[in-house]
Protein backbone atom coordinates (compact mmCIF):
# COMPACT_ATOMS: atom_id res chain seq x y z
CA UNK A 1 0.00 0.00 0.00
CA UNK A 2 2.09 3.35 -1.03
CA UNK A 3 0.81 6.13 0.88
CA UNK A 4 2.37 8.85 -0.74
CA UNK A 5 5.24 9.08 -3.23
CA UNK A 6 7.53 11.75 -5.42
CA UNK A 7 9.48 12.44 -8.04
CA UNK A 8 12.20 15.33 -8.77
CA UNK A 9 12.16 16.87 -11.82
CA UNK A 10 15.30 15.33 -13.34
CA UNK A 11 13.59 12.06 -13.05
CA UNK A 12 16.60 10.69 -11.44
CA UNK A 13 15.41 9.67 -7.99
CA UNK A 14 12.17 8.36 -6.69
CA UNK A 15 10.78 8.40 -2.93
CA UNK A 16 7.57 6.84 -1.85
CA UNK A 17 6.12 6.03 2.01
CA UNK A 18 4.03 2.62 2.58
CA UNK A 19 1.12 2.89 4.82
CA UNK A 20 1.15 0.58 8.18
CA UNK A 21 0.39 -2.58 7.79
CA UNK A 22 1.67 -6.49 9.47
CA UNK A 23 4.43 -7.18 6.86
CA UNK A 24 7.66 -6.03 7.05
CA UNK A 25 6.78 -3.46 3.87
CA UNK A 26 4.62 -1.67 6.46
CA UNK A 27 5.56 2.11 7.36
CA UNK A 28 8.79 2.13 5.17
CA UNK A 29 10.05 4.93 3.48
CA UNK A 30 12.03 4.56 0.19
CA UNK A 31 14.30 5.86 -2.48
CA UNK A 32 15.02 4.45 -5.56
CA UNK A 33 17.58 5.52 -8.42
CA UNK A 34 15.97 5.44 -11.21
CA UNK A 35 17.89 5.71 -13.87
CA UNK A 36 19.65 2.84 -12.16
CA UNK A 37 16.49 0.93 -11.06
CA UNK A 38 18.28 0.24 -8.00
CA UNK A 39 16.61 0.85 -4.40
CA UNK A 40 19.12 2.84 -2.18
CA UNK A 41 17.48 2.53 0.97
CA UNK A 42 14.10 1.38 2.86
CA UNK A 43 13.72 2.70 6.64
CA UNK A 44 11.24 2.80 9.04
CA UNK A 45 11.16 7.07 9.35
CA UNK A 46 11.93 8.54 12.29
CA UNK A 47 10.02 11.85 10.57
CA UNK A 48 6.40 9.65 10.45
CA UNK A 49 4.22 10.31 7.47
CA UNK A 50 5.66 12.41 5.06
CA UNK A 51 2.95 15.07 3.06
CA UNK A 52 5.87 16.02 0.39
CA UNK A 53 9.13 15.09 -0.78
CA UNK A 54 11.90 17.50 -2.26
CA UNK A 55 15.03 16.17 -3.87
CA UNK A 56 18.65 18.45 -3.49
CA UNK A 57 20.74 16.14 -5.36
CA UNK A 58 23.42 18.40 -5.20
CA UNK A 59 23.87 17.92 -1.09
CA UNK A 60 22.33 14.23 -1.97
CA UNK A 61 19.11 14.77 0.55
CA UNK A 62 15.81 13.68 0.28
CA UNK A 63 13.37 16.05 1.85
CA UNK A 64 10.29 15.10 3.60
CA UNK A 65 8.03 17.88 4.39
CA UNK A 66 5.67 16.85 7.21
CA UNK A 67 2.55 19.50 7.49
CA UNK A 68 2.56 21.75 10.91
CA UNK A 69 5.89 20.33 11.49
CA UNK A 70 8.66 21.49 8.89
CA UNK A 71 11.30 19.94 6.58
CA UNK A 72 13.44 17.33 7.38
CA UNK A 73 16.87 15.72 5.68
CA UNK A 74 17.42 12.33 4.96
CA UNK A 75 20.64 10.94 3.32
CA UNK A 76 20.56 9.22 0.21
CA UNK A 77 21.80 6.42 2.38
CA UNK A 78 18.68 6.77 4.33
CA UNK A 79 20.11 8.30 7.60
CA UNK A 80 18.11 11.01 9.31
CA UNK A 81 19.69 13.86 9.34
CA UNK A 82 17.92 16.65 11.85
CA UNK A 83 16.39 14.19 14.77
CA UNK A 84 17.25 16.91 16.84
CA UNK A 85 15.35 19.41 14.65
CA UNK A 86 12.75 17.21 14.14
CA UNK A 87 12.21 16.94 17.92
CA UNK A 88 12.37 20.03 18.57
CA UNK A 89 9.66 21.06 16.20
CA UNK A 90 7.51 18.63 17.74
CA UNK A 91 7.52 19.63 20.85
CA UNK A 92 6.90 23.41 19.91
CA UNK A 93 4.10 22.19 17.88
CA UNK A 94 0.70 23.54 18.13
CA UNK A 95 -1.11 19.87 18.23
CA UNK A 96 -0.71 18.81 21.78
CA UNK A 97 -0.83 14.86 20.81
CA UNK A 98 2.08 15.32 19.00
CA UNK A 99 3.85 17.14 21.44
CA UNK A 100 2.74 14.33 24.13
CA UNK A 101 3.92 11.49 22.17
CA UNK A 102 7.22 13.09 21.56
CA UNK A 103 7.79 14.12 25.08
CA UNK A 104 7.01 10.74 26.08
CA UNK A 105 9.30 9.33 23.69
CA UNK A 106 11.99 11.47 24.97
CA UNK A 107 11.44 10.32 28.36
CA UNK A 108 12.36 7.28 27.81
CA UNK A 109 15.84 7.97 27.14
CA UNK A 110 17.68 7.17 30.47
CA UNK A 111 20.78 9.69 30.03
CA UNK A 112 18.86 12.22 29.66
CA UNK A 113 19.96 15.52 30.66
CA UNK A 114 17.70 17.65 33.78
CA UNK A 115 17.79 20.43 31.16
CA UNK A 116 15.99 18.53 28.64
CA UNK A 117 13.92 16.88 30.77
CA UNK A 118 12.88 20.57 32.29
CA UNK A 119 12.54 21.96 28.53
CA UNK A 120 10.10 18.47 28.25
CA UNK A 121 8.04 19.65 31.14
CA UNK A 122 7.21 23.07 29.66
CA UNK A 123 6.32 21.60 26.36
CA UNK A 124 4.18 19.07 28.28
CA UNK A 125 2.59 22.08 30.38
CA UNK A 126 2.00 23.66 27.13
CA UNK A 127 0.48 20.44 25.53
CA UNK A 128 -2.12 20.67 28.50
CA UNK A 129 -3.35 24.04 27.83
CA UNK A 130 -3.34 24.21 24.31
CA UNK A 131 -6.56 21.28 24.75
CA UNK A 132 -5.15 18.49 25.88
CA UNK A 133 -7.11 18.73 29.50
CA UNK A 134 -10.42 19.55 27.73
CA UNK A 135 -9.91 15.79 26.00
CA UNK A 136 -10.66 13.27 28.17
CA UNK A 137 -8.83 10.79 26.36
CA UNK A 138 -5.31 12.94 26.19
CA UNK A 139 -5.77 14.46 29.56
CA UNK A 140 -4.35 11.27 31.10
CA UNK A 141 -2.24 10.46 28.69
CA UNK A 142 -0.86 14.23 29.78
CA UNK A 143 -0.79 14.14 33.60
CA UNK A 144 1.00 10.37 33.36
CA UNK A 145 3.87 12.14 31.07
CA UNK A 146 4.30 15.47 32.57
CA UNK A 147 4.61 12.81 35.96
CA UNK A 148 7.36 10.99 34.30
CA UNK A 149 8.86 14.50 33.52
CA UNK A 150 8.86 15.16 37.35
CA UNK A 151 10.39 11.70 38.28
CA UNK A 152 13.11 12.39 36.07
CA UNK A 153 13.66 15.73 37.89
CA UNK A 154 13.27 13.56 41.07
CA UNK A 155 10.32 15.55 42.23
CA UNK A 156 9.00 12.37 43.35
CA UNK A 157 6.07 13.64 45.76
CA UNK A 158 4.65 16.12 42.47
CA UNK A 159 5.22 12.77 40.16
CA UNK A 160 3.12 10.39 42.35
CA UNK A 161 0.17 13.62 42.70
CA UNK A 162 -0.01 13.46 38.68
CA UNK A 163 0.00 9.68 38.02
CA UNK A 164 -2.80 9.43 40.64
CA UNK A 165 -5.04 12.12 38.87
CA UNK A 166 -4.05 9.75 35.65
CA UNK A 167 -5.15 6.76 37.35
CA UNK A 168 -8.22 8.46 38.67
CA UNK A 169 -9.34 9.57 35.01
CA UNK A 170 -8.36 6.30 33.74
CA UNK A 171 -7.29 3.45 35.67
CA UNK A 172 -5.89 1.15 33.29
CA UNK A 173 -3.11 3.75 32.69
CA UNK A 174 -0.48 1.88 33.56
CA UNK A 175 1.31 4.01 36.30
CA UNK A 176 -0.50 2.28 39.27
CA UNK A 177 3.16 0.45 39.92
CA UNK A 178 5.29 3.29 39.06
CA UNK A 179 3.08 4.93 42.28
CA UNK A 180 3.86 1.90 44.97
CA UNK A 181 7.31 2.03 43.75
CA UNK A 182 7.91 5.72 44.37
CA UNK A 183 5.26 5.71 47.61
CA UNK A 184 8.17 3.19 48.93
CA UNK A 185 10.67 4.68 47.83
CA UNK A 186 9.97 8.49 49.69
CA UNK A 187 8.81 6.30 52.92
CA UNK A 188 12.35 4.86 53.21
CA UNK A 189 13.88 7.90 52.10
CA UNK A 190 11.79 9.40 55.10
CA UNK A 191 12.40 6.34 57.70
CA UNK A 192 16.32 6.73 57.25
Known sequence: NIYNRGLPSSGLYGACQTANSRTEDGNKLSFFSVQDNKELFSVHPESGWADSYEFDEANKWLLVDVR??????????????????????????????????????????????????????????????????ENESWKPVA???????????????????????????????????????????????GAA
Open 68 to 133: GVGTFRYDFEGKFLDSQKYQNANLASEDYARVIRTAEDILKNPTISSSSVKAILKAIIRARTLGAD
Open 143 to 189: LKVQGFAHDALGEHTEAIALFEEALKLNPKIGVKRKVDSLKRKLASV
